[in-house]
């Protein structure tokens, strides 16, 4: 590979084998290697190479080149040189007992021969171009298959005009001629034919022409357009009327249907080397700038239907050669996004574009993406490669299938379908919001607060404005010590207490449910923890020494010799106990037992490295900071934790916020940090009624929601989450009746519901109203059907409740479901519900006499009726 490279081709009829062609002609074969050691000294890319097989040499006359498309002759050159002739050569040696190798075709006068193409289909043709002469034709077609030795095999020629066909050999019948000539006193500049149309090609004709010729007809004037567009004429393999031809800096498009101008015309920076549309993908053209290291493709985009309109192109960029010039490429003829390219130093690189892909994500987290033809892959949820995406979408389908946030009595098994650590703490403190409300609800108040510790201690507007604690001395739980340690209290202390699941100062039953609720999740450290926190270091060193035993507590730590150093706790500030376990609490991995021990070892009420532990839950630390803290100190750091949590989006913040507009803030930032729509959603529904469900956000995020689920096909989950979001909120009208049963005469319905309104400014309805029952239309007073087993006719009851006896009495059904209306969808008969269910339970026609309907096997239920009825 010294010589210079000026093309490259792969060829025609092998998909592994491509030539480079400069002034010497080299065959190379592809070779891959899966273990990416490449044994050959021409690397076309990391898997591949490239092996040299044959080599021919002295073509420095050489001016166009052509690969012969018939299959029967995969090595053969049509070789043209400046001299006017035109060569079959072969490109190995030992083919050259191949009948086509050594013929020569000349034309009548001599000089350069500029264009060479062979026809796709009838591949013994070939069509050669030459430069302008007076008295000769511009273009010759070649048939290269005749025999040198018989006269009359031009009668073989049957695809042409006889009247265009020249004798095949002068009088010494050693020279072939061609089978037809045309283009008189005119040069051929690039020639293209037609892959469908073997009798039809266009050529550049002079400079100044394209021209549209048929063989069958030569006589016939061309079609043709006047452009300077004469140069690397080619045609779109898939669209058979797209063409490009270029000249300077310009390409343009043409669509041979409408050939007066160009469809598209653009313009580069330098002059075009060369145009060539890929053969496996429609309307994918590459080119190729003078002196660039970059190939531009464009992507024809033409409007399905209407080829009036100019059609769009997206230009790509790709880069082989990053740091050298690009000489020439070719596309590969079967390998779709295959592009074999050279650069000027000679370097060969066999380059895969990587397409645009087309993504689609369905709704139930399907995603599939497409690459040229071919569907690549197609992944959903359960794949492992899904997981990495970490789709908030999936947990969110997940939950909702598994009942999340619809148990509306039991609020704390929420957290567990969650399965998120960073939900939980809501979960609890709506659990504790709701324990609260039934309190709220025996004080005879209206509506209960979801408030949170920020608002309790520091009010909602003014974080100055709140009741003065009083410090006081406490001493250790059933320790005689004379140690004592200051306490802070007062009712809005308590009330925070409670909220994060302490209980109050002087409640210690909430204190020691919470404890053992702890001990029976395994958390021992954090139950241990808060018992010390609360002075009871007693029991913490019972639950220590508990979890020491226990199965389930895995942890670094030996819990029996933290409760052993615990036991040996000192009051003295200069003790050796304080002094050692000072030193040695840093080397405890668990953030709870560190924090116990740092709140023993405190000095002048120096608790920061409790209350700045993010390991430590926000809870415990805003309980430990209620307790221990002054009223300044407090507000400042609760100050301070409301705004890292409402920044960084913890639900944990809840409890600190409430459902205030900074919980609103907080939620919101929590939605956009993690797209998590369903909690905030739900969090609304379980804090019903209230006034946030006016808010915008709030109303924003329920749609949403309810969106997602439909979306989903959870139909169930979307009405239980209607039925309780409408039952539960007060602030809104519920939606009115959309479904009515119609009369068969006026089309209007048959129930009394529009005619039973309650009574204005009341709920109530006139009870002799509501008890009645109905047989006709209330509209047209017409008779409804009659039941078709009992005969009777239809009647509906009013549709409303009954009237209230008490506030809180349960609603009553004023008919029974085996009095209600039931019909077959097919034939339009039915009858009472308890007297169609007992027919169809030994039959499957309907009861009318002459009616053939199989309506029970019609029915999708009907499979799974049972003797319950």
Not at 36 to 46: A, Y
Not at 131 to 147: A, E, P
Not at 425 to 447: A, C, F, S
Request: contains cysteine; proline residues 4%.
């Amino acid at each position: 590979m010294t010589s210079p490279k000026v093309d490259i081709l792969w060829s025609p009829t092998e998909s592994n084998r491509f030539i480079t062609v400069g002034t010497d002609i080299q065959l190379f074969e592809v070779e891959y290697h899966k273990d990416g050691i490449l044994k050959s000294f021409f690397p076309l890319s990391e898997t591949s190479s490239a092996n040299l097989i044959a080599s021919s040499s002295d073509h420095q006359y050489l001016k166009c080149f052509a690969w012969c498309t018939n299959s029967d002759y995969p090595l053969v050159l049509a070789i043209g040189s400046s001299n006017g002739h035109i060569t079959l050569e072969s490109i190995e040696p030992t083919s050259k007992d191949v009948e086509l190798i050594g013929r020569e075709f000349v034309p009548k006068i001599i000089r350069a021969c500029s264009v060479l193409s062979w026809n796709p289909i009838e591949t013994n043709i070939l069509l050669s171009g030459f430069d302008k002469s007076r008295g000769d034709n511009g273009i010759y077609l070649w048939d290269v298959t005749r025999s040198l030795y018989s006269s009359s095999t031009i009668d073989a020629v049957t695809n042409y005009d006889r009247r265009s066909v020249f004798s095949a050999y002068d009088s010494t019948n050693t020279t072939v001629k061609p089978v037809l000539e045309l283009g008189l006193s005119e040069n051929a500049c690039s020639a293209y034919w037609f892959h469908k149309n073997p009798h039809i090609f266009v050529c550049g004709m002079s400079g100044k022409f394209l021209k549209l010729y048929d063989t069958r007809d030569s006589s016939k004037h061309p079609e043709s357009t006047l452009t300077r567009a004469t140069f690397n004429l080619c045609g779109d393999p898939e669209v058979e009327h797209r063409l490009a031809s270029s000249f300077d800096c310009n390409f343009l498009l043409w669509d041979v249907r409408n050939f007066e101008k160009p469809v598209v015309t653009i313009t580069r920076p330098k002059p075009i080397v060369k145009l060539a549309w890929s053969p496996t993908r429609s309307g994918l053209l590459a080119v190729l700038c003078k002196d660039s290291s970059s190939i531009n493709l464009y992507d024809i985009q033409s409007p399905i239907g209407n080829d009036e309109v100019e059609p769009a192109l997206v230009e790509r960029i790709i880069q082989p050669f990053p740091s050298h010039s690009a000489l020439s490429f070719a596309w590969h003829p079967t390998h779709e996004n295959r592009m074999l390219g050279i650069s000027q130093n000679n370097q060969l690189i066999d380059y895969k574009i990587s397409d645009r892909i087309t993504l689609n994500w369905s709704p139930t987290s399907e995603i599939v993406w497409t690459h040229g033809k071919k569907i690549l892959q197609c992944v959903d949820s359960r794949d492992e490669f899904y997981l990495c995406l970490n789709d908030i979408s999936v947990k969110m389908r997940k939950r909702a299938s598994q009942g999340y946030g619809l148990k509306m009595q039991k609020v704390r098994s929420n957290a567990e379908f969650a399965d998120d650590p960073n939900l939980t703490g809501v979960w609890m403190w709506l659990d504790l919001v709701k324990t609260y409300e039934v309190d709220t609800k025996k004080r005879h108040q209206k509506q209960p607060k979801y408030e949170g510790v920020y608002s309790v201690i520091c009010g909602e507007n003014d974080s100055s404005a709140f009741s003065q604690s009083e410090p006081r001395r406490v001493s250790w739980v059933g320790i005689n010590s004379d140690c004592r340690i200051i306490k802070y209290t007062c009712e809005e202390r308590e009330r925070a207490l409670q909220l994060c699941g302490w209980g109050a100062d002087l409640d210690s039953v909430a204190l020691y449910k919470f404890l053992e609720r702890l001990e029976n999740d395994g958390h021992y450290a954090r139950a241990a923890a808060i018992a010390v926190f609360n002075l009871e270091i007693r029991r913490g060193i019972k639950i220590l020494s508990k979890g020491a035993l226990s199965r389930s507590h895995k942890s670094s730590c030996d819990l029996n010799a933290i409760a052993m150093a615990l036991a040996g706790y000192t009051e003295e500030r200069s003790g050796l106990w304080r002094e050692v376990s000072g030193a040695l609490k840093s080397q405890l991995t668990d953030s709870y037992l560190r924090a116990m021990f740092a709140f023993l070892t405190a000095d002048n009420d120096a608790y920061e490295e409790i209350l700045k532990d993010n390991k430590i839950v926000v809870q415990d630390r805003m309980a430990f900071a209620c307790l221990y803290l002054n009223d300044k100190k407090l507000a400042e750091f609760l100050d301070g934790l409301r705004s890292r949590m409402t920044e960084t989006g913890n639900l944990d913040g809840l409890l600190l916020t409430g459902l205030t507009n900074d919980g609103l803030f907080l939620i919101q930032r929590y939605v956009d940090t993690t797209g998590d729509v369903q909690t905030a959603s739900l969090i609304i529904l379980h804090t019903l009624p209230s006034q946030v469900c006016r808010d915008p956000r709030a109303q924003s995020w329920v749609e949403n929601y309810r969106q997602l689920l439909d979306t989903w096909m959870l139909w169930t989950h979307r009405a239980m989450f209607d039925v309780n979001w409408y039952n539960k909120n007060t602030q809104i009208s519920k939606p009115t009746q959309q479904i009515f049963v119609s009369c068969n005469f006026c089309r209007r319905s048959v129930s009394n519901f529009l005619q039973l309104r309650p009574i204005s400014g009341s709920n109530r309805v006139p009870a002799s109203s509501a008890n009645r029952k109905i047989t006709c239309c209330p509209g047209c007073r017409k008779p409804l059907p009659r039941c078709s087993l009992c005969l009777c006719h239809m009647g509906t009851a009013a549709g409303l409740p009954m009237q209230r006896q008490a506030e809180n009495e349960e609603r009553k059904k004023m008919t029974d479901f085996s009095n209600w209306l039931t019909w077959c969808q097919t034939c339009r008969h039915g009858g009472h519900s308890a007297h169609i269910l007992e027919w169809f339970r030994n039959h499957n026609e309907c009861p009318v006499t002459g009616c053939m309907c199989k309506c029970m096997s019609l029915d999708a239920t009907g499979k799974h009726v049972t003797e319950v009825y």
